[in-house]
């Protein structure tokens, strides 16, 4: 059977078995979403593919830790993107300097044919992107700092020289309203 | 009334930090309480499942870019190679696969680092950990201790670690390996023969662990004559009879 045809649950049994085959479409479904985050997070194109690639290769050689009932294989797989650019940020010397540079970055998408599966993941993004423009700008700052800046509250209450307690209460009142704006979609994601 | 509290009900401890949990941004002390709050807590734990989605959907919200095609290319070499190694551990055949398209520039700036065994064909182009004899595949050295041998380009997995291996006929070889990191606990590298018309790796009591600053230097035994190629895996304590893990040195004499 053609993998392109399988779910991505059953990919991974595939995958655990060796099927390389397998790894190749889930790569293909999930790998832009996963350089995207990447660079969202490291900022750097070079820094973006080091943790791509070490992430998929660490899926595919622990593709037996997959766990269905913990959610989709797309969110255990930006989990480990999310995880490792993490770690790649908190090691790298333009930490600081990054940030300065999330400004300005242009959604690319080639010119070639898009599958549908493509367009519904651009519509999903949009969706996202839209539901984080309603949040009030000090929600967004606080959670766009603790999980694409890797920032713990801690750090994020120093850096805005605000209390802990008030920055936790930002977080947790921007990802309700986050819940609330997305809908179905979070529904969907698990 | 707070969001951590509903009405006539008792705070449930820890419900602050919901937010900063799920978002992964919780001090490391304070994580831990959360943590053991949360193995005890059924009202905490449903707080965290509300708010979980969210942050899982939150990777989303990166402006969507393609991945570079070369990177693609770069992945499913390593993979498809450790596919091939692992099916020769088990018996089986080699997949007999069009070679992968070249892309222009595709070395770029990322020819500095690799993580993973790369594909035959790339080894001349890429800064893989060690290398002496691209291109012919091997050829005589003289950097080989005096003994005599042949110098054979190693494949490492490890990014920043290099080797290289002497291979002296009969005599055997050996193994000059650095950076290399140490094996899990209570496990070790062992070295594996794959012999000619037998795609079964053939196990050796050749056993190491690197010392504190990543060498080490391995006597390859048996008669390396009828030897295709020599694998390095991790492995319990002791040794295997098999390869149990994907190996991460590969030596093509």
């Not at chain 1, 367009?119 to 949040?135: C, H, M, N, S, Y």
Request: proline content about 6%; glycine content about 10%.
């Amino acid at each position: 059977m053609d993998p392109r045809s399988i779910a991505d649950e059953d990919l991974m049994q595939r995958l655990r078995d060796g099927d390389d085959d397998a790894f190749e479409v889930v790569y293909e479904r999930h790998g832009t979403a996963a350089f995207s985050l990447a660079y969202r997070i490291v900022g750097t194109r070079s820094a973006a593919e080091d943790v791509v690639q070490e992430a998929f290769l660490s899926l595919w050689r622990s593709g037996a830790r997959y766990d269905a009932t913990r959610g989709s294989v797309r969110t255990w797989v930006l989990g480990i993107v999310h995880h490792r650019a993490i770690d790649n940020l908190r090691r790298s010397a333009v930490h600081s300097k990054r940030r300065a540079s999330d400004e300005g970055i242009e959604e690319r998408f080639a010119s070639k044919d898009r599958t549908d599966v493509e367009v519904a993941r651009r519509g999903e993004a949009e969706q996202v992107r839209r539901a984080l423009d309603t949040l009030p700008a000090d929600q967004l700052r606080v959670v766009e700092l603790a999980y694409f800046g890797g920032f713990s509250h801690s750090e994020i209450a120093t850096m805005l020289e605000t209390p802990v307690g008030t920055i936790k209460g930002r977080m947790r009142l921007g990802l309700e309203k986050l819940r609330h704006q997305l809908g179905g979609l979070v529904e969907v994601t698990r | 009334m707070t969001d951590t509290q509903r009405p006539g009900s008792d705070p449930i401890p820890h419900a602050e930090n919901v937010g900063a949990w799920v978002l992964g941004a919780l001090d490391e002390e304070t994580a831990k309480d959360f943590a053991a709050e949360l193995e005890r807590s059924p009202q905490l734990r449903a707080q965290v499942a509300h708010l979980q989605p969210v942050v899982d959907a939150l990777p989303m919200g990166a402006p969507q870019m393609d991945a570079p095609s070369a990177l693609r290319d770069r992945i499913m070499a390593t993979v498809r190679e450790e596919a091939d190694l692992q099916r020769a551990a088990n018996g089986e055949p080699r997949r007999a696969r069009p070679e992968p398209e070249v892309t222009p520039g595709a070395s770029g700036s990322r020819s500095r680092r690799f993580l993973g065994l790369r594909p035959w064909t790339a080894i001349g182009f890429a800064c893989l950990a060690l290398v002496v004899g691209i291109g012919a595949g091997f050829a005589l050295s003289t950097d080989d201790g005096g003994l005599g041998g042949k110098t054979v380009s190693v494949k490492i997995a490890f990014v920043g670690a290099t080797g290289k291996m002497v291979d002296r006929g009969r005599e055997g070889g050996r193994l000059e390996l650095t950076g290399i990191p140490n094996p899990d606990k209570d496990h070790v590298y062992q070295v594996w023969l794959i012999r000619a018309g037998n795609p079964k790796p053939v196990p050796t009591d050749a056993l190491f662990t690197p010392n504190g600053q990543g060498h080490s230097t391995v006597n390859v035994p048996g008669d390396l004559r009828d030897v295709d190629q020599v694998l390095v895996s991790e492995e319990p304590a002791g040794g295997s009879q098999q390869p149990t893990t994907t190996p991460v040195i590969s030596a093509t004499i």
